[in-house]
């Protein structure tokens, strides 16, 4: 069993940033891949970041180049930050935990945090 919980999230202005955590504890950090999804109201969970043990990175078109998703091991912790924000970039952001391999679907992950709430306004 993972336990994940995210922290960071709140409101900002267009062009703001803020940097997501997300802490884990249970079993070894580093066996799993690490990914940020987002939900906004009315729309489906949809694919942001995943960075894999080694670390490799896969990001969504939507945000590549404003936000860098990182990992620290040794603090058992993923981090999400993201610059230049946008008022579409408005949702509820979810840490999520895959056992092996790297995916952007988020129903092949095996563990998710209770979610942070992340309000651009512009």
């Known amino acids: 069993q993972v336990q994940l919980v995210e922290s960071g999230g709140g409101s900002v202005q267009a062009g703001g940033s803020l940097r997501l955590s997300c802490a884990a504890s249970?079993?070894?950090?580093?066996?799993?891949?690490m990914g940020w999804f987002r939900q906004a109201p009315g729309k489906e969970r949809e694919f942001v970041a995943v960075?894999?043990?080694?670390?490799?990175?896969i990001y969504a078109d939507s945000v590549k180049g404003r936000f860098t998703i990182s990992r620290d091991n040794a603090r058992n912790t993923v981090y999400l930050q993201m610059n230049s924000l946008k008022s579409e970039d408005t949702a509820v952001y979810y840490c999520?935990?895959?056992?092996?391999?790297?995916?952007?679907?988020?129903?092949?992950?095996?563990?998710w945090g209770q979610g942070t709430q992340v309000t651009v306004s512009a």
């Open positions: 249970g079993r070894t950090f580093s066996d799993y891949s």
């Open positions: 960075i894999s043990w080694n670390p490799s990175h």
């Open positions: 999520a935990a895959k056992r092996l391999g790297v995916r952007t679907n988020w129903d092949e992950y095996d563990y």
